[in-house]
């Protein structure tokens, strides 16, 4: 079964936003790995304000910054990205034959105590946006990442979104945001795995 299923039928038994509890010792988290296929991924594009790499999927088509800005508007809203702060959207990448698309998004501040909050939003606006949705949430270690992932299963889409943070060098958080046909998402999962698994960590410790 592939990790980003079992993430969301097990982990989110395990996890403090899950189950309504206080925050988790992040040396309490479990750790999880992901693997990449190359055949799935595209060449690695580095965000140098992020201090990360990684592969997007392949044949998806990175929106030109002047793009971005009209595209905001759509995808903002429809992702329910609403945590109090200002968002700066690093990069959206589109696959134009199903609409699905990736968000890169660079956030001012987040802990894991903000999960319960980020939850309880997510289920509000998913829910009143589609009353058949059903939210899911973990939180893990993956490499020096804590991440909280949100999956939102609706009625016509399935929605991902994974919230890294590195707080032993207090780095700025990011989020990553996938949107799928829910008919699509099963065979696209494997390509969200691939991405996530090519992630890489370019910050220095000073």
């Known amino acids: 079964m592939n990790k980003l299923f079992l993430?969301?039928?097990?982990l989110v038994l395990l996890s403090p936003a899950g189950c309504g509890q206080q925050e988790k010792k992040s040396e309490e988290l479990p750790t999880l790995t992901f693997d990449t296929m190359d055949s799935l991924v595209a060449e690695r594009t580095v965000d140098s304000l992020l201090e990360i790499s990684f592969r997007p999927p392949k044949g998806w088509v990175r929106l030109p910054k002047a793009s971005v800005d009209s595209a905001v508007k759509i995808v903002i809203p429809n992702l329910g990205i609403s945590l109090d702060?200002?968002?700066t959207i690093r990069g959206v990448f589109i696959e134009k034959s199903s609409g699905s698309f990736f968000v890169v998004t660079?956030?001012?501040?987040?802990t894991l105590v903000d999960t319960t909050r980020t939850v309880q939003r997510a289920i509000e606006y998913y829910g009143a946006t589609d009353s058949t949705s059903v939210v899911r949430s973990a939180v893990?270690?993956?490499?020096p990442f804590q991440v909280q992932q949100l999956m939102v299963i609706g009625s016509q889409t399935v929605t991902l979104k994974m919230i890294f943070i590195q707080p032993e060098i207090h780095r700025q958080p990011f989020e990553w945001d996938f949107q799928i046909l829910r008919t699509l998402y099963p065979d696209k999962a494997r390509t969200v795995e691939s991405v996530v698994g090519s992630l890489q960590n370019h910050s220095i410790i000073h």
């Open 7 to 10: 993430l969301c039928s097990v």
């Open 85 to 87: 702060q200002t968002v």
């Open 140 to 143: 893990f270690r993956w490499g």
């Open 106 to 110: 660079k956030l001012d501040s987040f």
